[in-house]
């Protein structure tokens, strides 16, 4: 059973920083890319960044580039999303998903959401 395990979120004030985990099990990781979204309330879903399998390319949206870095550990199943100068605008819940390519989200594996609150 494949499962993908997101945690680290919570509640941090402006220009803070915080690093989600996404703990993947009953798949290799090796193969497959990471994609992490993210949904605030009343608005759809967003991807943010995106890591490839094999050659760890890496992919953000315009609105987290230079702020976000994802990476990964192979060895440990788990993607990272270092997430710094955090702004109120990036308040949602954050999901990972493992796909075949990052961006094809037919047929993807998802985790349940760790919740990101930015405010003061």
């Known amino acids: 059973q494949v499962q993908l395990v997101e945690s680290g979120g919570g509640l941090v004030q402006p220009g803070g920083s915080l690093r989600l985990s996404c703990a993947v099990s009953g798949l290799t990781l090796d193969y497959y890319a990471v994609d992490w979204f993210r949904q605030a309330p009343g608005k759809e879903r967003e991807g943010v960044s995106c890591i490839s399998s094999s050659v760890d390319s890496t992919y953000y949206a315009d609105s987290v580039k230079g702020r976000f870095a994802v990476s990964r550990d192979n060895a440990k199943n788990t993607v990272y999303l270092q997430m710094n100068s955090l702004k109120p605008e990036d308040t949602a819940v954050y999901y990972c998903?493992?796909?075949?390519?990052?961006?094809?989200?037919?047929?993807?594996?998802w985790g349940q959401g760790t919740q990101v609150t930015v405010s003061s």
């Open positions: 998903a493992a796909m075949s390519s990052c961006g094809s989200t037919l047929g993807a594996y």
